[in-house]
């Protein structure tokens, strides 16, 4: 393998140090004060009925000591009937919580108190967005949102009064492009991320991200992947059926939000790299995507503008609708993939999100980049994007979806479309199945700026292996089919196809 990941061995240092008492995942944690059970505070169920003859009183015992708590949030004394379960303070008045049934991954993120829950060193964590008062669940990349069903692994833990979540895979893959235009490599793909929230006194939520991968110690030409292209290698020309490696930093953001009401917020967002409000979410964090290690081919029509150096966006949240602005550097990373480009906030994007219901992810988005490619500067584009994606939990499985279109409109007035229809299968903890069809056109693939359509179908399937609480291994492969432009001067060949197969180490 030509690379190691060093951003993951990182992740991996910091995790075999977590003591158990601070590390736990949502399921596991104590969802009630330690030391205390509800059934024994009166007024609760478990109570024994009072006597009829008043008995005389007993010296009150001292109050217990204060647990802490998030801001405007008491717990009940003990000498307080504690509020039934479905009467705890914002229950059926928190946006995303209403009295539809709930799925299971949304069961299993919340316990007492939706969007709220309790480590086992008794401080609350807040378990509600980095942008306001609905479940984390829904965050995805960047100020993304993703279906509010769909599952958030992380590993948990409190750090004083932040609570802390960690993430991160390594993937070995052994890849095969056939054909005159294609190739075989052996790498490595990698990323770590970590997030931080804290709850301030005033109500308001401050967030901090950071994400780094291993990609870059690939090299610059990155690896093959027929029909791809965007961005270039060696600044003086177009990589084509190739994809490139991200950067080191992939991202390095805080966000601040503030509440209106329980339904309301107003946040700020910024990040140096960061995620403008632009396309759906970022593909390896799309739950529809993300245990497919092939980039999409559509990747540059729909979300390639989520490593921007230099972004800052600006959004309202009103109950399960999302507008947000982003002012951002319009120009892609250029080939040095272990520096930071130039911040220039030379592009604009404007992004409405809505989810109808826990199980989909609706938005709609337009974006105007200022000279995008580094080896066209003199070209400007509007690119907009529209996507729908969809997680549900059945008995048979769990099922994700997403549906993707994406429009590149260039300033010397040419027009380039892509649509992407991806899926994933997982019928149990151990099975991953997926799928992605693709087709694009693209002015990149044959010699002399034409714009030619191509297409792509790729199936896949993934075992994994549980090694401990917060590891599992994996062992996976695809196949892909190919649909390419005939071109007379340099052709794809007959039939062609792609296959990969991988080993991964995930730490969620």
Not at 19 to 26: L, R, T
Not at 115 to 121: A, K
């Amino acid at each position: 393998m030509r690379a190691t990941s060093a951003s993951f061995v990182t992740l991996a240092f910091l995790l075999s140090g977590i003591p158990a008492a601070q590390s736990a995942s949502p399921q596991d944690m104590d969802p009630n004060m330690p030391g205390m059970k509800m059934g024994d505070m009166p007024g609760t169920p478990g109570e024994k009925p009072a006597a009829k003859k008043a008995k005389p009183k007993k010296p009150a015992p001292a109050a217990p000591p204060q647990h802490d708590t998030m801001p405007g949030m008491a717990m009940p004394q003990a000498d307080q009937p504690a509020p039934p379960h479905n009467e705890m303070p914002g229950h059926n008045d928190m946006p995303g919580n209403d009295t539809r049934p709930a799925d299971k991954s949304s069961q299993e993120m919340s316990h007492d108190m939706p969007g709220m829950d309790m480590s086992v060193t008794g401080h609350v964590m807040p378990m509600h967005g980095l942008l306001g008062l609905y479940d984390m669940s829904r965050e995805a990349s960047g100020t993304s949102w993703q279906p509010q069903a769909a599952p958030h692994s992380a590993v948990h833990m409190m750090v004083d009064d932040w609570m802390v979540m960690l993430h991160g895979r390594v993937s070995g893959i052994a890849d095969w492009q056939s054909g005159p235009r294609g190739g075989d490599q052996v790498f490595s793909a990698s990323m770590a991320m970590a997030m931080a929230t804290k709850d301030l006194t005033n109500g308001d939520t401050l967030g901090v991200k950071a994400m780094l991968s291993g990609d870059a110690f690939m090299g610059r030409r990155g690896y093959p992947l027929l029909l791809a292209s965007g961005e270039t290698a060696d600044g003086s020309s177009p990589l084509v059926d190739r994809q490139h490696p991200h950067d080191l930093f992939m991202e390095l953001a805080a966000s601040y939000s503030h509440p209106l009401s329980e339904a309301d917020s107003l946040f700020l967002y910024a990040g140096y790299p960061g995620e403008p409000a632009l396309g759906p979410s970022a593909y390896m964090h799309r739950i529809s995507a993300s245990d497919n290690p092939m980039t999409p081919i559509a990747h540059h029509w729909l979300d390639s503008s989520h490593v921007t150096f230099g972004v800052v966006t600006a959004g309202l949240v009103h109950e399960d609708w999302k507008l947000e602005v982003s002012q951002f550097t319009g120009r892609e990373p250029d080939q040095f993939r272990f520096d930071f480009d130039t911040a220039r906030f030379d592009s604009t994007s404007v992004r409405l999100s809505y989810n109808p219901s826990p199980n989909w992810s609706l938005q709609v988005s337009h974006g105007w980049l200022k000279s995008p490619e580094q080896l066209e500067p003199d070209v400007d584009e509007r690119r907009f994007t529209a996507s729908a994606t969809y997680f549900r939990h059945l008995e048979l499985g769990d099922i994700a979806a997403t549906l993707a279109f994406g429009n590149k409109h260039l300033s010397d007035g040419s027009d380039e479309n892509a649509v992407l229809l991806e899926g994933e299968v997982r019928p149990d903890e151990y099975w991953t199945l997926f799928a992605r069809g693709e087709h694009i056109e693209s002015r990149e693939l044959v010699p002399g700026g034409a714009i030619r359509g191509a297409g792509e179908f790729s199936l896949g399937a993934i075992h994994d292996w549980r090694l401990a609480e917060h590891w599992k291994a994996g062992l996976g492969g695809l196949y892909a089919f190919d649909f390419a432009p005939s071109s007379s001067t340099v052709a794809y060949g007959g039939a062609p196809h792609g296959a990969m197969a991988f080993v991964r180490l995930v730490a969620e």
